[in-house]
């Protein structure tokens, strides 16, 4: 019996190690955040922006608590002012076939053409009604800056590179219009991959995946190929790199790296777990984010499944080890004790 005691003491401090220390050790790097649960309608941001008030009525220098305070309350009223016309908008009845001909407008930069515009290469929109919270897309296209929840980078959100749409698609009928031929509109098979492109792939590499910002690395016959390809894959993240700040990280294996808390709430908003970022608002629906994160578990553990099958099979062989074991340890002992 003591080979059992000692079976279970190990197999005790192992399960605790595993279920216990590991995501405490994980819930101390990482706050955890409330989920909105892929719900986009502006409580997030309205909250961030009232803890900024409480923040600036701790300054102790006079002027500047009152400039800061004056910048927050104005922020305050310009975010519940954006999401009370998203929702507005939200309940508008969409033409589908009277928003084809605005979202033409669109076509000028998201044509898949590969040119970078601002810093980043614009998505092609095929797939964004299956990738898109409705409500994400409707503030999208009233204000880039504020539906990303990147607006403290600008001084003026019609500076963030698609500004301009805000010009263009003004009434909230049109809008309404436009969201609802690209919630109908679906050309491309979407998968995974096609997901992870569609919403992470123009910042984010995945080396795993075969995936620059330029999309999928190709064969190349000689090294003068792929060399000049290299160039390119650089330049485009110079380009980046000026417009964030810094290159975004490869997401080879950001789902093993990551808690699947941080992963799902910094995706909704990038701001409640890293607050200052210049990762944008990606605004995937719950159904997009799944894809996402399919693919970021293929590129991560493409094993798993393979892994999963086996681990019966490793149990079993256990068990009749052990056991065997144990009768084998007695036939030795039997004369000892």
């Not at 706050?31 to 909105?36: G, I, M, T």
Request: hydrophobic content about 40%.
């Amino acid at each position: 019996m003591k080979e059992f005691k000692i079976l279970a003491v190990v197999a005790f401090f192992t399960l605790v190690t595993y279920w216990g220390v590991e995501p405490f050790a994980h819930s101390q790097m990482h706050k955890h955040v409330e989920s909105n649960n892929f719900s986009y309608d502006g409580k997030a941001d309205i909250e961030e922006a009232s803890k900024a008030i409480e923040v600036a009525k701790n300054i102790t220098d006079a002027n500047k608590k009152a400039k800061v305070l004056d910048a927050a309350n104005k922020k305050l009223a310009d975010k519940k002012a954006f999401w009370a016309e998203v929702s507005q908008v939200s309940k508008l009845k969409g033409n589908a076939a009277a928003g084809e001909a605005s979202f033409a407008a669109c076509m000028a930069c998201h044509n898949g053409s590969g040119a970078n515009m601002g810093g980043v290469i614009p998505p092609k929109l095929d797939n964004a009604g299956s990738l898109y919270d409705k409500n994400y897309l409707i503030a999208l296209i009233k204000d880039p800056a504020m539906a990303s929840n990147v607006d403290h980078k600008y001084d003026n959100t019609m500076m963030h590179p698609m500004g301009t749409v805000k010009t263009m698609i003004t009434a909230p009928q049109q809008i309404a219009d436009v969201v609802e031929f690209i919630k109908t509109k679906k050309v491309v098979k979407l998968t995974p991959q096609v997901a992870f492109e569609d919403a992470c792939g123009r910042c984010h590499a995945n080396r795993y995946g075969n995936l620059t910002q330029l999309g999928t690395t190709p064969k190349f016959k000689t090294e003068q190929e792929a060399l000049t390809h290299r160039v390119k894959v650089l330049d485009e993240q110079d380009k980046i790199k000026a417009y964030m700040g810094k290159l975004p990280p490869d997401l080879s294996i950001i789902d093993r790296a990551r808690s699947a808390n941080f992963m799902e709430t910094f995706i909704q908003d990038p701001q409640s777990q890293l607050p200052g970022t210049s990762m944008p608002r990606v605004g995937l629906s719950k159904d997009g984010y799944a894809m996402v994160q399919a693919y970021l578990e293929k590129t991560g553990d493409p094993s798993k499944e393979a892994r999963h099958a086996l681990g019966p099979w490793v149990i079993v062989f256990f068990i009749i080890f052990t056991m065997l074991a144990y009768l084998w340890k007695k036939s030795q002992w039997k004369d000892l004790h």
